[in-house]
């Protein structure tokens, strides 16, 4: 199965697939250990940051060899691409997915760009993401707070988003309806009868949910359920547990310099967490 038909199989049955940020060799161990012990479908992603630190040939081998050598449903996506050079690299260098974020853009900017992505990623077969409203916050761990002001100025609106769509031909929308880039103090909660509204009038459209990391697992259940969310992206909650584990490990194992021996620790810190991902998200067991 492709990963058009595997969200496909996600909105019929109302699951949701996880995408996991990359940005180091042991968040990709972890993910791919998961996704194996859990027997879950998963997509790794990279932003195009991530993606310049790995090198583009380097992931596309990494994730082929994973696929190979663990059996695993593993689907490769570019996230928040911010330039049509940058998706049609990923294009060409052998992504499944591809998400174009042209939302800092001016609107006619948005919409020709994407209007120029989408048939080259569909002549491939691949997806593609797409999003007109810009996601407030950024993916770290934030001491201070957010205000609902600003998340509500990248809320997005239906029709608006139905125009963009029906024009586009995009295969996944990103969604904005109070979720959120990083882990805030108090998180906001998100609005569902949004979300609802969203889903009316894109009923044919996969929908995905950013800034998935420290929303609360009921709000996620009810993303999933009520607003047929199919794509959930989680980021900084592996970066907090990639540095609060390995902040740990190098503690306890002061006189240790061959870094790969105090890892283990990290990918499985790491790899519960995505675990935990999983079973809400509902896509356990069904690879």
Do not use: C
């Given at each position: 199965?492709?990963?058009?038909?595997?969200?496909?199989?996600a909105?019929?049955?109302?699951?949701?697939?996880g995408?996991?940020?990359v940005?180091?060799?042991?968040?990709?161990?972890?993910?791919?250990?998961?996704?194996?012990?859990?027997?879950?479908?998963v997509?790794?992603?990279?932003?195009?940051?991530?993606?310049?630190?790995?090198?583009?040939?380097?992931?596309?081998?990494?994730?082929?060899?994973?696929?190979?050598?663990?059996?695993?449903?593993?689907?490769?996506?570019?996230?928040?691409?911010?330039d049509?050079?940058?998706?049609?690299?990923?294009?060409?260098?052998?992504?499944?997915m591809v998400?174009?974020?042209?939302?800092?853009?001016?609107?006619e900017?948005?919409?020709?760009?994407?209007k120029?992505?989408?048939?080259l990623a569909?002549?491939?077969?691949?997806?593609?993401?797409?999003?007109?409203?810009?996601?407030?916050?950024?993916?770290?761990?934030?001491?201070?707070?957010?205000t609902?002001?600003?998340?509500?100025?990248?809320?997005?609106n239906?029709?608006?988003?139905?125009?963009?769509?029906?024009?586009?031909?995009?295969?996944?929308?990103?969604?904005?309806f109070?979720?959120v880039?990083?882990?805030f103090?108090?998180?906001?909660?998100?609005?569902?009868?949004?979300?609802?509204?969203?889903?009316?009038?894109?009923?044919?459209?996969?929908?995905?949910?950013?800034?998935g990391?420290?929303?609360?697992?009921?709000?996620?259940?009810?993303?999933?359920?009520?607003?047929?969310?199919?794509?959930?992206n989680?980021?900084?909650?592996?970066?907090?547990?990639?540095?609060?584990?390995?902040?740990?490990?190098?503690?306890?194992?002061?006189?240790?310099?061959?870094?790969?021996?105090?890892?283990?620790?990290?990918?499985?810190?790491?790899?519960?967490?995505?675990?935990?991902k999983i079973?809400?998200f509902?896509?356990?067991?069904?690879?």
């Amino acid at each position: 199965m492709n990963a058009k038909e595997w969200l496909e199989k996600a909105k019929d049955e109302g699951f949701a697939i996880g995408a996991f940020n990359v940005d180091n060799l042991e968040i990709f161990k972890a993910v791919v250990a998961a996704a194996k012990n859990k027997k879950s479908p998963v997509i790794v992603e990279f932003s195009d940051s991530e993606a310049k630190y790995f090198g583009l040939a380097n992931i596309v081998d990494l994730v082929q060899n994973a696929r190979e050598t663990e059996g695993v449903s593993l689907f490769l996506n570019l996230d928040h691409g911010p330039d049509k050079e940058n998706v049609e690299a990923a294009i060409d260098a052998g992504f499944e997915m591809v998400h174009f974020d042209g939302a800092k853009k001016p609107y006619e900017e948005n919409l020709r760009i994407t209007k120029e992505i989408v048939p080259l990623a569909h002549e491939k077969g691949l997806t593609v993401e797409a999003e007109i409203d810009h996601i407030a916050g950024s993916s770290t761990v934030h001491k201070e707070q957010i205000t609902i002001e600003e998340i509500k100025q990248g809320f997005t609106n239906p029709e608006r988003a139905k125009k963009f769509v029906g024009e586009t031909g995009i295969d996944i929308y990103a969604a904005f309806f109070g979720n959120v880039h990083g882990v805030f103090p108090i998180m906001p909660k998100v609005d569902l009868e949004l979300l609802k509204k969203i889903r009316e009038v894109l009923p044919n459209t996969f929908l995905s949910m950013h800034g998935g990391s420290g929303i609360s697992d009921e709000q996620v259940r009810q993303a999933i359920q009520v607003g047929g969310v199919v794509k959930i992206n989680i980021n900084t909650e592996l970066r907090q547990a990639f540095r609060v584990s390995l902040e740990k490990a190098l503690r306890e194992n002061p006189d240790e310099y061959a870094v790969y021996k105090i890892m283990p620790a990290v990918i499985s810190a790491i790899q519960s967490v995505v675990e935990h991902k999983i079973d809400i998200f509902g896509s356990g067991g069904k690879a």
